[in-house]
């Protein structure tokens, strides 16, 4: 019964005197508001390799009118809505894990790197980086899904020379030779091409082709998702038994593109052929219940892909904070 009436008393006390003079006769809080956000980088173990997954930055699209394509601009909006998410402005993120598999250090992607084509919220994967406590120096391999501004961005830095000066790169030959062509500098792709010829010509010396199937690096194997771009892959990383596949841009959207994974994306290549693969590749992670990363899902990109009706459904991974 005390500690009802010390309870009931300690209310009215409140009541009485008001809020302030309790909290200590100020309506301000005493301590700043601070303004900084967590370093953007995560953490996760796979097997016996340690996974750091480093954000670039958010990249934003916009309204979804006329980049997401073959369903009506209203139900995409009601899509957005309905999960909570801006109807009028697509917000991608960029994830790239890096894998330490004890013997190497591999990188997925590299962000724009110095491009603002998108704003200036992108370029800051040397900063996750650095936050992340990984020197560049240490990246023993740069694996490309492919060479859109976005992922091939972050080789060189301002002064035009490599930011990871002992890796090799991996890259398929077929998106290579298309988006570093100087006969499409003429084109509608012309920024695309001048900075994949920007980042990717300095380390032609350096780069190692990979093909479907192929196991080129230890516990890395990549698997041809073409129709984003001509030589988009996406890659099984395995360790001890343990996988995940990187999607690279396989479905750059967790909602839109999930939920109705044939709706076109105006940024692919092939449209049409990129949606074939999107459902073909979707199929074969969900029945394997493989774990998948994908680029520009929402922070951190982990999770996992099941079947929903005609579509699938994207089920973020629990972040773990204790390794």
Do not use: C
């Amino acid at each position: 019964m005390t500690s009802n009436v010390s309870r009931r008393s300690l209310l009215a006390l409140g009541a009485g005197l008001g809020a302030t003079t309790l909290l200590g006769g100020s309506a301000q809080a005493r301590a700043p508001k601070l303004g900084t956000q967590s370093p953007y980088w995560h953490r996760f173990n796979l097997g016996s390799a340690e996974v750091t997954v480093v954000s670039d930055g958010p990249l934003p699209l916009g309204p979804p009118k006329g980049t997401f394509i073959g369903v009506p601009d209203d139900e995409v909006k009601k899509m957005l809505s309905d999960n909570f998410l801006s109807p009028d402005n697509i917000v991608l993120e960029q994830n790239s894990p890096i894998v330490n598999m004890g013997d190497k250090l591999v990188l997925f992607d590299t962000g724009m790197g110095t491009s603002k084509a998108f704003g200036p919220t992108t370029g800051r994967q040397q900063k996750s980086m650095a936050e992340a406590g990984i020197k560049p120096a240490d990246i023993d391999a740069v694996v490309f899904s492919h060479a859109h501004i976005d992922h091939i961005g972050g080789v060189v830095g301002e002064d035009g020379k490599p930011l990871f000066p002992n890796a090799q790169y991996y890259i398929a030959q077929s998106d290579f030779d298309y988006w570093t062509d100087e006969g499409k500098m003429g084109s509608p792709l012309k920024d695309f091409v001048v900075h994949a010829r920007k980042n990717l010509l300095p380390v032609r010396d350096r780069l190692v082709y990979f093909k479907d199937g192929q196991e080129f690096l230890p516990g890395v194997q990549a698997l041809a998702a073409p129709g984003h771009t001509v030589g988009h892959h996406i890659f099984m990383v395995t360790s001890e038994g343990k996988s995940f596949a990187f999607l690279g841009d396989l479905s750059h959207h967790s909602v839109l593109l999930l939920e109705k994974p044939r709706m076109e994306f105006s940024y692919d290549t092939d449209p049409k052929q990129a949606a074939a693969t999107r459902v073909k590749m979707l199929d074969m992670l969900a029945a394997n219940k493989t774990p998948v990363m994908s680029y520009h899902f929402a922070w951190p990109g982990y999770g996992h892909v099941a079947k929903a009706g005609e579509g699938f459904h994207y089920y973020p991974e629990p972040m773990q904070m204790v390794l």
